[in-house]
């Protein structure tokens, strides 16, 4: 979770910052169509009182790679992650696709966004194109950005790496 303190004061309808001047954030990601793992995730939204949902990305398809998760139905997602329109900011995973966002009512197709958080800027991503070893300055620094990024976050798994047995006398 991220408290973003903001100037303007509270506004219910909008969800913008609290009376304090605070907003509070959770950070989610790879739902993979899971409806089980999506109903957890807004439950701990309501649980936690956030203000704002921030997705990074993989949202409703699994992927040719992965397994199917526990309590995939896609279907099932659309209007949990719809329900909660106002409130999400979201970008797109490797998994994203445009019929995803045929189906969704908010975008989900941006490689990443910017957040002000204070004083400071939060650079989301999913991490497929943008990641700690292609973060790209054209992007985070435009003229006409006054603050610098200051925070990156990634949705970021570690790779299983696989070593290719050959037996002997194997081309």
Same mark, same amino acid.
């Given at each position: ?19 304090? @001047?605070?907003?509070?954030? !959770? ?8 409806? $089980?793992?999506?109903?957890? !995730?807004?439950?701990? %939204? ?6 704002? +949902?921030?997705? +990074? @990305?993989?949202?409703? #398809? &699994? ?5 199917? =998760? ?8 659309? *209007? ?5 329109? *106002?409130? +999400?900011?979201?970008?797109? @995973? /490797? ?6 966002? !045929?189906?969704?009512?908010? =975008? ?7 957040? *002000? ?8 991503? &999913?991490? &497929?194109? #943008? /990641? $700690?070893? /292609?973060?790209?300055?054209? &992007? ?13 976050? %990634?949705?970021? $798994? ?14």
């Amino acid at each position: 979770m991220l408290d973003s303190p903001q100037r303007r004061p509270y506004n219910e309808a909008n969800g913008t910052a609290k009376e304090d @001047g605070t907003m509070k954030w !959770m950070i989610a990601s790879d739902l993979h169509g899971s409806a $089980k793992y999506c109903r957890q !995730m807004v439950e701990a %939204f309501e649980r936690e009182g956030a203000d704002r +949902l921030l997705l +990074l @990305g993989d949202l409703l #398809y &699994h992927g040719p790679r992965n397994d199917l =998760p526990d309590g995939y139905a896609p279907k099932e997602v659309i *209007p949990l992650l719809n329900g909660l329109k *106002p409130k +999400l900011c979201c970008v797109r @995973g /490797n998994c994203e696709a445009e019929v995803d966002q !045929m189906v969704l009512s908010f =975008p989900v197709m941006a490689d990443y966004c910017i957040l *002000p958080v204070g004083e400071k800027l939060v650079y989301a991503t &999913h991490g &497929h194109i #943008y /990641n $700690k070893k /292609n973060l790209s300055l054209i &992007h985070i620094s435009e003229p006409t950005r006054r603050t610098p990024i200051s925070y990156a976050v %990634f949705c970021l $798994k570690k790779k299983k790496k696989y070593r290719q047995r050959r037996e002997c006398g194997e081309g």
